[in-house]
């Protein structure tokens, strides 16, 4: 083999060892996720795609107003696995929430939502967030299972998956979240 091919066939296996040890990383780092539902509409839409910062969340921690991917305890169709629900974080652990005439407080000061679809809401709700966990909504009150019901309830801050960063798909909607 001539001196030439060998130099070729070097330069193609570092590009090739740069790429996957790159994608790796990034996989490490980010996460594709799909909209699913209506329940964070008008923020997002279903069949948005969204990539996901898994690292932030661990080193700088979760805030009110982050929008965030979680595992949840509801079951998928399958039976087997659970789903991973898209909702915005609105109270975290020590928070005192309070939703009441269709308004939510947190620690008595009503919270500005010009994110919501629709503001009516028929729960009452008056809780402390405990340690670890945090209470979370869809920006579609209407049509949101979220934390005000039992089903979902407080979200342990270890299920979540990362936060929405950017949404990728449509194109013509292409948005960087905070």
Do not use: C
Request: charged residues 30%; negative net charge; proline residues 3%.
């Amino acid at each position: 083999m001539s001196e030439k091919i060998k130099k070729e066939i070097f330069e193609w296996a570092k590009i090739i060892s740069t790429a996957l040890v790159l994608s790796f990383v990034i996989t490490l780092f980010v996460k594709p996720t799909l909209v699913s539902g209506e329940s964070m509409h008008p923020t997002l839409e279903n069949g948005d795609y969204l990539l996901i910062n898994r690292i932030e969340p661990k080193l700088s921690g979760i805030e009110k107003g982050d929008i965030v991917v979680f595992k949840s305890n509801l079951i998928q169709d399958d039976g087997k696995t659970r789903k991973d629900l898209v909702k915005r974080v609105i109270a975290t652990e020590g928070d005192h929430i309070k939703i009441e005439n269709s308004k939510v407080y947190v620690n008595d000061k009503l919270i500005e939502e010009p994110y919501i679809d629709d503001d009516i809401m028929t729960e009452t709700i008056d809780a402390t967030v405990p340690k670890g966990k945090m209470f979370v909504m869809g920006d579609n009150r209407d049509n949101s299972l979220d934390s005000r019901n039992e089903m979902v309830g407080f979200v342990d801050e270890k299920e979540v998956i990362g936060k929405v960063f950017v949404r990728l798909f449509p194109f013509d909607k292409i948005t960087l979240f905070k």
